[in-house]
């Protein structure tokens, strides 16, 4: 039974590793060069990350929660279902991201002085959503609901609004 028991304590503690190893919560990622150091595949919870380049990195099934992105470069990065649940971008360079394919399941983010040209956000449902001194230059929004969002002092050159919902925006 001694045995049995060493055993099942130590399967616990393992599981418990392993778990541990799935999440990262509470850290800030500072100047880190995300196209030569690869961020670990786990969740991220309440990190800041602060001018760090993630230039033409996969972040696929990638999935962050309560995390502020503070003058990144998200150039280029492939967000192929990853989760973006209450995420903010500040001072971000986000050129041609597309956001469409990012988890829709709780997606929600708020953009400050990005520079969001040549993304897409195609089907997104956006309602009062706020984009504050954003550039947007030739951002499509193709069917997007943006129902009552704001875009407060944004370029909206070339900006597309195909079939989109913009009742109550401004």
């Known amino acids: 039974h001694a045995t049995a028991r060493r055993e099942i304590i130590l399967n616990k503690i393992h599981i418990h590793l392993k778990m541990s190893a799935i999440s990262m919560e509470a850290r800030l990622f ?3 060069d995300f196209t030569s150091a690869a961020l670990p595949k786990v969740e991220y919870e309440n990190c800041i990350f602060k001018n760090c380049n993630f230039y033409n990195v996969n972040l696929s099934d990638f999935r962050f929660r309560e995390c502020k992105f503070d003058g990144c470069d998200f ?5 192929r279902n990853t989760t973006l649940n209450d995420v903010s971008f500040m001072n971000c360079k986000l050129l041609g991201v597309q ?13 400050a002085n ?5 993304s897409v956000f195609y089907k997104l ?5 706020k984009f504050s001194n954003c550039n947007l230059q030739e951002t499509d929004f193709t069917e997007a609901d ?5 875009f407060d002092n944004c370029d909206l050159q ?3 609004f195909y079939n989109t919902n913009l009742e109550k925006a401004d």
């Open 75 to 79: 150039s280029l990065v492939k967000m």
């Open 114 to 118: 990005c520079v969001l040209k040549m």
């Open 30 to 32: 500072e100047k880190v």
């Open 158 to 160: 070339r900006t597309v």
């Open 125 to 129: 449902k956006l309602k009062k959503y």
């Open 146 to 150: 943006l129902t009552g969002s704001i």
């Open 99 to 111: 956001f469409q394919e990012c988890n829709s399941f709780l997606f929600s983010v708020v953009f």
